[in-house]
């Protein structure tokens, strides 16, 4: 197997810098798309063989260095009681949010292997024969706590924050639940074979750092405490780079990074111990090829200062990327870091 | 004339911390409910003795230290020549979006006395016996920009980055041209009587720091230099709060924070002759009073540290905000600060 991924987690040298890219099974992809006009979204996700399928297509198409588990963050949130549909329009949208005690009580303690036992076997398929580690994940509490509340997506989380600042007892008694929920959800990923995992926390930068510390940093502190010792944990807060020494705290392995801050600056804040995954703007691949090239290789170069980097985009690709730039871009990162060492 | 918060723009010692409040003309007071029930929000703009009106509404409700122009961003973008719209479910909607040579050369050059005349009637109306200084403001190039190539708000902001991205040269003809525009626009409202101007760049973060450098902060820095030396100029540029070492070079004498650092972090970034606005996140408005007290309280004590401080919240008050929160919020603000000197 192809561990330099591993290696960049754990801190030890690598002969380059490994390149994975978020939502790197996705719509860009027309092999995706064609897997997924055949079934619908959730259908997908809860189907092994089809969601092994696309989680191996980047692997073989953009030969990136590690492939990460298809599905979605809030496949879990349903199996403890939510009702969960995807609309093309609005996303995500969890009918009866909790917004009250009542809610939160309604709420079920997971059981992966009964509930989400589709999870597992994807897993289990996939370890059959790939040749780069397998990544699991989960949403972190919080941001999995804002869905649960506002019903969906939403602009100024208005409903999240009232909860927090007009009845915190309350908001923590949902955090509580769903980090037990994240917990067991995790381990199980990690009991079926994945090599890493990440926390995806898409929504920690809606909160001011000393938000983050009181409703969203102690609950990511206990999910990754709980886990497997010396399995890697990456620990992604995105929008959090103006926190990064709050977010350092949450004692993930490797912390994702933005493209809002310059990769040299968030190395310098972390320290030079700091393992960091990141952190090229999506948008950069509309660009001319010369342009992603010069802008990958500056990421790859502030890199070096950390003491793994794995280099990744800041957020997940977007559905417009042509494949052959995002192709061109996981070369130009393996050609690049190689000359660089 | 209360001159605390053009003292507190100049670094001069103040008695209290003054505030004012983002959108504080808006949906969330009835009084300015009222008004905008009568015409549209584009005729409200436009028609002097409105929104002079609602200008001063909340100077008298929340006993704010200084009043900002009611108008929008998008005002001047419309007089260059492109067909604006409000949509209530959408927003602002600018038709024929600017996406090539053509749609560059067809903007027109502003004539703030022909084009926006208004605009200064309705500062004119407010100087005869405002109790408060007056703030004029226009949107960043930047951030007007990306109105102008999006046709609107936008998710991921594709179509402009694709456009600096892959024609640099076009997107920098433009900035021009947008440049030149809010110049002339506000040396029209500092003729006019405005104490203080801010440039608003709300889309500044959607840019890793080298983008801003590149596309963003030069245009910021011909504008400062380009206005009145000894007018008070603030800066806000909003989710750019993890390169705050490079919105400093922007020359303004003030710089809008928003509420993603840790006050105390802002200020050991830009050093102790900062002088600073914010940064309170506008949601805390939805907490109880000791919630919003406590919180109000730290960011007064941590905004002692740098060299002058407005206090502000981090962004735009929300509409769903109750007015009695907003108006403890202003008072809170001066009891503290009052005490702590």
Redesign the interface.
Known sequence: MNDTFLKACRGEKTDYTPVWIMRQAGRYLPEYQKVRSKVDFLTLCKTPELAAEVTLQPVDILKVDAAILFSDILVPVEAIGMKLEFSESKGPILYDPVRDSIGVSRLRTLDPEEDVPFVMDTIKLLKQGLKVPLIGFSGAPFTLATYMIEGGSSR???NT??M???EPELFHRLMDKITDCVISYLKAQIDAGVDAVQVFDSWA?I?????FDEFALKYVQKIISSLKPGLPKIYFAF???????HVQKSGADVLGID????MS?AINTLGPDAKVQGNL????L???KD?IAR?AA?VVKKGMAAKGHIFNL?HGI?P?TPVDNAKALVQTVHEVSSKER
Chains 1, 2 share one sequence.
């Open positions: 100024n989380y208005v924050k009232r927090m600042y007009s930068g909160l001011s750092p000393s938000d929008n959090g780079s103006a926190m990064l020494n493209w809002r801050i310059d600056d703007d999506p948008c950069t509309f660009g001319t342009v802008k500056e800041g977007l417009e």
